[in-house]
Structures are given as structure tokens and as C-alpha cells.
């Protein structure tokens, strides 16, 4: 993508880190579907309550559509993968990046659904702006990162060719080069972190764990050390989740086996971990249930999810 010839006007006020102006435009946008009789300048907030506008979700929802068709570029680049693109151009704007990212994000978050995700949309390759990310190439940026997971993203998504982004940044050219090597540890640990899965092979059948146990240099251990803690986490009595070790999220429990915690969603560390889980998950006996999670007919507790 050139941002010299390939952005129409929202696209351009976003890489150019225009806050004020991508709050306005989509401000107006939302204007657009509730009546000429708002004030162009009045916040999100007054435009979603007023009783003269279209329902909430529905204006939501028709905006969101509009910025999740977005594409530039021969590439077909989404509005994320944009802004991820722009850190990496424009570093010296990188915080305002960051500010519209989270307003867009967070805009929309009520309306995010399967069919229109801004978070995950993916470019011509398949690839999300939170693969780019963490992929290493160019650059590992885990702030953006962040703020994408939080927003839902998901981390294990694959691409057209079937790859995770652990099978990009799995992919270390040099590995006697230090500094290589140390961003890619620095890039597994966050992935392992927040529920990033190393088993799930592309469409030649190869797993970044495989490619780590033959890379070596230490990323191999790191891959190790995880899953020790990850099975620490599933005996501890104090409640976090065992992909990512949250505590201080709402946590909810395995409808099967009661006993193991995940976050609950926007976050997907259940479904990382499912083909881990799976192995070893089992109905607990009748003498070792819990009573506070006893199964009563025709209902299921709302701390429980199902995979």
C-alpha cells in the first residue's frame, strides 16, 4: 500500500494520526443515520441516546460496516493493518496511532460479530493487523499488539496458506545474529502469553513448535518454561486463567470438567487452549462435583462456557 496514492480521505486522517479529525468523521457518519437535527459537534455518547435516532446497534452497526469494507492498496490493506503500517512509517506519531486505534475499537465493540470485525479483518494474504505485529517483520510492536488482543483479536488466526504468526516469526533467518534472535524470544513469550497456540500446522502440515525445537538458540526453552506454568496455573486454588495467568478478569470455568479457568470473551484463551485442554479434560465423578456447580436441568450456570 502507498499512502501517497492508494487512501481516501478517512484513510489518510488515520495515517496521518489526525485524532481530532477520525473523531469527526465518524462522529458525522453516525450523524448521518439519526437526523440532520444533532449538532455535528455533540460526542458519540449524545448521538447513540438521542430518542430521534435509529437504534443504537443499528447506526453502530452501519458505520462499522462502512470502515470494516475499507481496503487500500493493491494489497487490500484494512484500516488496522493501516494503522500498523503507519507506526512502523511514522514512529513519531505512533502515540496518536495508538488513540485512534483504541477510539475505533472501542466505537464499535458492542457491534463486533463474525461477519463485520474490524479488529480481525484481514488483508489480501489472510493476514490481521495483530499478525503483522508480532510477526517480527519488520518490526515487533507489542503496544499495538495489545491493544488489538484486548479489543478480541485473535492471535491464533490463520492466513490463506493455513499460518498462525508464530509461523512467521518462528522463521529466523540468522539465528547466530543476537539481536534476531532475541526479538524472536521477546515475540514468543508475548505470544505464549496471551494464549498463542504452537501446535496448529499450515498447509504444508509444519507447527512453529516444530520449527522452534529445530531453531533452537533458547526458544526452545521459553516454549518449555510455558507450558510448566501453564500446568502450575491449572492447580493453584487462587482462580486465573491458564492460558495468559490473568487474575483480575471475570474468569469463567470448562463446562466439562469444572475446574479449569479461561477469560471470559472478548478474550479467546479458551479457545487457544482447547487443543491442549481437550487431551486431558474430563466430567468430574458425581462424588468429586461441586455442589455450587451441579447442573440443573434445562439451564446452565452462566459462569460456564462451552467450547
Not at 522463521?171 to 514468543?188: E, G, Q, S
Not at 495467568?245 to 469444572?258: A, F, N, Q, T, V
Not at 491442549?276 to 459462569?303: F, I, M, N, W, Y
Amino acid at each position: 500500500m502507498d499512502p501517497n496514492t492508494d487512501l481516501d480521505n478517512f484513510g489518510t486522517m488515520v495515517f496521518f494520526g489526525r485524532v481530532d479529525r477520525v473523531k469527526d468523521d465518524i462522529r458525522r457518519r453516525l450523524q448521518n443515520y439519526g437526523g440532520n437535527h444533532l449538532s455535528f459537534d455533540c460526542s458519540v455518547a449524545h448521538l447513540l441516546s438521542s430518542p430521534e435516532s435509529q437504534p443504537q446497534h443499528t447506526r453502530l452497526e452501519k458505520v462499522a460496516e462502512e470502515i470494516f469494507k475499507l481496503r487500500y492498496g493493491a494489497a487490500r490493506t484494512p484500516i488496522m493493518n493501516c494503522i500498523g503500517q503507519a507506526r512502523i512509517l511514522l514512529p513519531q506519531l505512533r502515540d496518536a496511532h495508538l488513540e485512534i486505534a483504541r477510539y475505533i475499537l472501542d466505537t464499535f465493540a458492542p457491534v463486533v460479530n463474525k461477519r463485520v470485525n474490524i479488529v480481525d479483518a484481514p488483508d489480501l494474504a489472510g493476514t490481521t493487523a495483530l499478525a503483522h505485529a508480532i510477526s517480527t517483520k519488520p518490526a515487533f510492536d507489542p503496544e499495538f499488539a495489545q491493544v488489538l488482543w484486548e479489543a478480541g483479536g485473535n492471535i491464533n488466526r490463520r492466513n490463506r496458506y493455513g499460518a498462525t504468526a508464530a509461523h512467521e516469526f518462528c522463521m529466523v533467518w540468522k539465528p547466530d545474529d543476537r539481536a534476531i534472535l532475541n526479538r524472536a524470544k521477546d515475540t514468543l513469550k508475548w505470544f505464549l502469553e496471551h494464549g498463542g497456540n504452537t501446535e496448529l500446522a499450515d498447509g504444508d502440515g509444519m507447527k512453529p513448535s516444530n520449527m522452534i525445537m529445530r531453531i533452537r538458540g533458547g526458544l526452545e526453552m521459553i516454549l518449555k518454561d510455558h507450558e510448566a506454568k501453564r500446568r502450575q496455573r491449572g492447580r493453584e486454588p487462587k482462580r486465573a486463567c491458564v492460558t495468559c495467568g490473568e487474575r483480575d478478569r471475570k474468569l469463567k470455568e470448562c463446562s466439562r470438567c469444572e475446574s479449569t479457568r479461561y477469560c471470559a470473551p472478548p478474550r479467546r484463551c479458551q479457545r487457544a487452549d482447547w487443543s491442549v485442554h481437550r487431551l486431558t479434560c474430563k466430567r468430574p465423578t458425581a462424588q468429586h462435583a461441586r455442589p455450587d456447580r451441579q447442573q440443573v436441568t434445562g439451564k446452565r450456570l452462566e459462569s460456564r462456557t462451552d467450547f
